[in-house]
């Protein structure tokens, strides 16, 4: 797939005369894998690194260890040991050796919370959600929606991560409830709360909420977004996948879909969360940001540049225009580069 993808653009983007050949074939190599990456799996390693300060590492190696992943949840664990450990890096070498972070690691216990709000809102949502209704057409990439309704936004934010149906359904629905049915939902997911534990992400929010059906290596790039908040459904395949249009380009239909529907069957035969490790990026799942306008206006016009992968850069452009139908008077204001202007060569 790779090198089908290199020869087509090889062929298509000439190098130019003010361009080392070095320079070209890095471009080159990087445009493939733009495309190449889509068969990667979701279980592939990646590095990561961060920094960071102690209260939001307390936070998020609770969160991990309460996670659905084995893997996840021991990471959140070793985090914790290098935290009641002395630092492997010491800048003063005569100084007394001490833990880095010694009472973290006493108190840094899984987000048990979280997990049981996940679950009982699961099982209310699957007891009480009216039966979902056909859908005929494909969805749409990028919906976005701006709740004028607190109780019936929260509701719906709190229902998302635990069922398939698109944002603006859970909100309409959310909104032809009474207010006794609301709290239900509230009550439900703070029913686990302990005095130690903060309120649930779906009590917070923005003006505007981006309900997206994006391929998980898309994702993996917005979602480093902070100034948001993220929910996503469970991964599951339903949604198909992408098909970048190089593939039909150089000639691997063919190869691209038969490996698609090979991942997707084996994902099929084996159990959550396990299932989830073979999926390949190029797989569609829905997710919901939600954010201010500043945000909006701030990942439009970052992630729609032409250095960036043709996926993000797509989504980037359909959040101004989705911007511009809601609200025309700020969508003005928002730049960003039409996924039609390209230079392949620059990175």
């Not at 198909?240 to 000639?251: I, N, R």
């Not at 490790?277 to 500043?294: E, N, T, V, W």
Request: proline letters at 7%; glycine letters at 4%; a neutral charge.
């Amino acid at each position: 797939m790779n090198e089908l993808a290199f020869a087509r653009l090889s062929e298509s983007l000439p190098r130019p005369d003010d361009m080392k050949p070095d320079a070209w074939r890095r471009s080159i190599a990087a445009r493939a894998f733009d495309v190449a990456r889509y068969l990667l799996f979701w279980g592939v390693p990646t590095n990561v690194g961060q920094v960071t300060t102690i209260r939001t590492l307390e936070k998020q190696i609770r969160r991990l260890r309460a996670s659905e992943y084995a893997e996840v949840r021991e990471l959140g664990g070793e985090m914790a040991q290098a935290c009641a450990a002395e630092p492997d890096c010491r800048w003063d070498l005569e100084a007394a050796a001490e833990p880095l972070a010694p009472t973290l690691a006493r108190h840094a216990e899984p987000d048990e919370h979280a997990a049981r709000s996940r679950e009982d809102l699961k099982r209310w949502a699957e007891q009480n959600l009216p039966s979902v209704a056909p859908r005929g057409s494909a969805p749409e990439r990028v919906d976005l929606l701006r709740p004028t309704d607190t109780p019936a936004d929260i509701a719906a934010t709190l229902l998302y991560p635990v069922t398939d149906r698109p944002f603006r359904e859970l909100y309409e629905i959310a909104r032809g409830w009474s207010a006794a049915q609301r709290a239900e939902v509230m009550d439900v997911a703070l029913r686990s709360r302990t005095a130690r534990d903060e309120i649930l992400a779906g009590f917070r929010g923005g003006l505007y909420a981006y309900d997206f059906v994006i391929d998980i290596g898309a994702y993996r790039d917005l979602h480093r977004h902070r100034r948001c908040q993220k929910f996503r459904q469970a991964y599951s395949g339903n949604l198909g996948h992408d098909t970048p249009k190089l593939v039909a380009e150089c000639g691997a239909e063919e190869v691209y879909d038969s490996a698609m529907r090979r991942a997707f069957d084996a994902t099929r035969r084996l159990p959550a969360p396990a299932a989830h490790y073979l999926l390949p990026f190029g797989a569609r799942s829905r997710f919901l940001f939600k954010m201010d306008f500043a945000e909006a206006e701030y990942i439009a016009r970052l992630r729609s540049g032409v250095k960036g992968h043709f996926s993000y850069r797509e989504i980037a452009w359909e959040m101004k225009r989705k911007m511009e139908q809601t609200e025309p008077e700020l969508g003005r204001l928002m730049e960003a580069t039409p996924p039609w202007v390209e230079d392949p060569l620059r990175r």
